[in-house]
């Protein structure tokens, strides 16, 4: 059977930038269809991204879904760089007028996001097939089909919020996108594990073999990275050989490491540089990782995805309250500001704290001398840090509808 449904915005993508957009439509009295090729379950139990930006936390709580974060998450007021086998704090709510970081997983963002649309009753479809968008220059459609069913989705806008592997970006017309990219010759090997924290704050780590990164899900969960081969097989490691390593790289003279526990998920994860621009095409609109990918060394990625949503939700609250159309067409260009800075962020955290299989000797000196320099200087430490905590919004809060 044939389903032909109209509404305002159809979204396509049930990550972050997804529903964090149908909520902050939801909000301002706008109609949204979300559409996503994954089931309820998948999407719900995908590890990834794990610190949230000062600004991110303040914007959940304005959209009203805020009461997991408030309850589950973990507030850091610090990180340490740890190299030469020494940590070093790096005080970010000193450093920043009082902000800090909070590590709440993003598979409970959005789960916390997805309760909250299925408890309107606003429409949301999962496992979605055969997602399709069309007529973007003019009367945008998203096409797709659901069981036996297929429908048709007749819209003023389509959100492309359907990360890096989705088609929206893929359905801009050829020669209208510029892409910038990078790719690292490393990947990183991460696991989850059923272990408390030994340290209440995120060390990263600058080590000979390479490098390495402790974090946290909760007051029982430990979360590990360290750095490999782009192409390393996880089947190559047992969970005896990874821990050795884990704590190879990450054990300090203080004779701090991580606790060690039963490994729960495992993965390995390429990294990347990308940004393909303008972020809009006619009716289209990308958001988050359909647009850009950050490598994970910054924790940027989940927060520039709702940095945009807030900028996307002001242009279309504009558009159907007040006539506007001129914050839809400075979308892109808004964006990638912000985008941008993330990006060199990201960028040089990541070159800053790997080893490079074609370094030479100066390059290696030259990054220890950026850790000394960066964990002994005020104004290095500051830059870090307001940069960690999160750049502020281009756009304010109010301008998108919500309370402050
Ligand atoms: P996604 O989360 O990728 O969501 C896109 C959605 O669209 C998915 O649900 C997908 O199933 C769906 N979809 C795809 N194709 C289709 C289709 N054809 N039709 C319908 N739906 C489709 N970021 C941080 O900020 N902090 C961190 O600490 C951090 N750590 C990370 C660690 C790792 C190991 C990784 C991999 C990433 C990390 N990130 C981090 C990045 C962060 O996870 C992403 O930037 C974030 O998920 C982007 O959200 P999104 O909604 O744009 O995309
Ligand atoms: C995580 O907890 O998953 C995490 C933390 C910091 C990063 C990347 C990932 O930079």
């Known amino acids: 059977m044939l389903h032909r449904l109209t509404t305002q915005v159809g979204i396509v993508g049930a990550g972050p930038a997804g529903l964090l957009l149908a909520r902050l439509l939801q909000v301002n009295g706008i109609d949204a269809i979300v559409i996503e090729n994954r089931s309820r379950e998948h999407v719900i139990d995908r590890v990834r991204a794990g610190v949230l930006e000062h600004g991110t936390v303040t914007l959940l709580t304005a959209l009203g879904v805020g009461a997991g974060v408030r ?18 704090h790096i005080d970010l709510a000193g450093l920043t007028d009082g902000k800090g970081i909070t590590v709440y ?13 299925v408890a309107t009753g606003a429409p949301l479809y999962f496992e979605a097939a055969h997602v399709e968008v069309r007529g973007l220059e003019s009367s945008p459609e998203i096409r797709f089909r659901h069981g036996d069913d297929e429908y048709e989705v007749r819209c003023d806008f389509i959100a492309g919020c359907d990360g890096f592997h989705g088609i929206c970006r893929q359905a801009f017309p050829e020669g209208v996108l510029t892409i910038y990219e990078r790719a690292y010759p490393f990947g990183w090997l991460g696991i989850l594990a059923e272990a408390a924290p030994s340290s209440d704050e995120l060390v990263y780590t600058y080590h000979d073999r390479g490098f390495a990164l402790f974090s946290m899900r909760s007051p029982t969960i430990t979360r590990l990275y360290f750095q490999v081969a ?10 005896h050989a990874i821990w050795e390593e884990m704590l190879r790289r990450m054990t300090t003279s203080d004779g701090w490491q991580p606790s060690v526990g039963p490994i729960l998920q495992k993965s390995v994860t390429p990294m990347r540089s990308f940004v393909a ?10 958001a988050g990782d359909a647009a850009h990918i950050v490598p994970p060394t910054g924790a940027k ?21 007040a006539g506007r159309t001129d914050w839809l067409a400075e979308y892109s ?22 080893r490079f299989p074609d370094e030479t000797a100066f390059d290696h000196q030259r990054q220890l001398a950026d850790l000394d320099y960066l964990t002994g200087s005020r104004a290095a430490m500051t830059s870090l840090a ?13 301008s998108a509808g919500l309370p402050v």
Not at 277 to 286: C, I, K, N
Not at 303 to 320: E, H, I
Request: hydrophobic share 40%; glycine share 10%.
């Open 333 to 354: 260009e808004t964006c990638l500001r912000r985008v941008w800075k993330a990006q060199r962020f990201s960028w040089w955290m990541t070159s800053t704290l790997h």
């Open 301 to 321: 990625g989940l927060n520039l995805a709702a940095s945009d949503v807030l900028v996307l939700g002001r242009a279309l609250k504009g558009f159907y309250q």
């Open 386 to 398: 307001e940069q960690y905590v999160g750049l502020p919004f281009e756009v304010p809060l109010e």
């Open 230 to 239: 782009p192409d390393e097989s996880i089947e190559q490691w047992s969970d």
């Open 277 to 286: 621009a303008p972020m809009r095409h006619g009716r289209l609109f990308l």
């Open 71 to 88: 309850r589950g998450g973990l507030r850091h007021d610090g990180v340490h760089i740890s190299f030469r086998g020494h940590r070093h």
């Open 105 to 117: 997983g993003q598979n409970e963002v959005v789960r916390d996001l997805i309760d909250a649309r």
